[in-house]
């Protein structure tokens, strides 16, 4: 589809991107727990979210996503944000252990996490 208002889908995307927002008819958030994501720059595993590491790996695509498309619009400010937003993976990734591993509100590492099994993420492990 190339035929629609790139702006306007823009303009969407930044929206959900920094707000909550509601769809569907079991009115689901676009995007869980998003004060925690900004607060720590990755999805704490004690923060209440299923599937942690797999929710921010989706949303760090998500972010790059709507990165590029305000880059596409002109939109210098959002680019930067969205971008950086993007990289919050990168904050899972354990400098010893070389996985994304599951993290803590407190920063640290959770302890008893092992990257073979798939605690923490959804349709796959930490060593996929």
């Known amino acids: 589809a190339r035929d629609f208002d790139v702006a306007a889908l823009t303009a969407v ?11 569907g008819r ?3 958030v676009t995007w869980s727990h998003l004060e925690d994501y900004k607060k720590y720059g990755y999805y ?7 599937c942690a590491i797999s929710q921010n790996v ?5 972010d790059f996503s709507i990165a590029r498309m ?3 619009v002109g939109d210098d400010a959002n680019y930067k944000y969205f971008l950086n ?11 010893t252990e070389k996985y994304l591993w599951a993290r803590m509100k ?3 590492w ?9 605690a923490g993420c959804q349709e796959g492990t930490s060593t996929r």
């Open 13 to 23: 995307m930044i929206d959900s991107g920094k707000q909550n927002r509601y769809w």
């Open 26 to 28: 079991s009115n689901h």
């Open 44 to 50: 704490p595993d004690n923060c209440g979210i299923y």
């Open 58 to 62: 989706e949303y760090a695509v998500a």
């Open 70 to 72: 305000c880059r596409a």
């Open 85 to 95: 937003r993007s990289q919050s993976v990168f904050n899972l990734l354990h400098p």
């Open 106 to 108: 407190d920063g640290t």
């Open 110 to 118: 959770k302890k008893d996490f092992d990257p073979r099994t798939n």
